[in-house]
């Protein structure tokens, strides 16, 4: 799986999580705009921690052990996967 977060290569349509049910929990946001905002939010505080501290990983149920750079490519992949699957231009 490490070669796969790696390359290039998009998340296949319907890739199952197996940590998610099948059916989506209730929206939590009121707009696309307060869902917008709170990924921002989140965001913005993974750049802070990561500029605080430059060796810390993080633990994935599927990828291992991921630093930095693992963590912004996977980020990459699975925001461009819900934007291809929702039609949306990136």
């Known amino acids: 799986v490490r070669a796969f977060l790696e390359s ?28 917008i905002a709170e990924l921002r939010s989140e965001l913005n505080h993974f750049f802070a921690v990561h500029e605080q501290d430059t060796n810390k990983a993080t633990q994935s149920p599927f ?6 750079d693992h963590q912004v490519q996977l980020l990459h992949k699975h925001s461009t996967h819900h934007l291809r699957q929702f039609g949306l231009d990136y």
Do not use: Q
């Not at 290039?8 to 307060?34: I, Q």
């Open 63 to 68: 990828f291992g052990v991921l630093d930095f």
């Open 8 to 35: 290039e290569k998009p998340f296949p349509e319907n890739t199952p999580n197996a940590l998610m049910p099948d059916t989506p929990p209730p929206v939590r946001h009121a707009s696309k705009e307060d869902a």
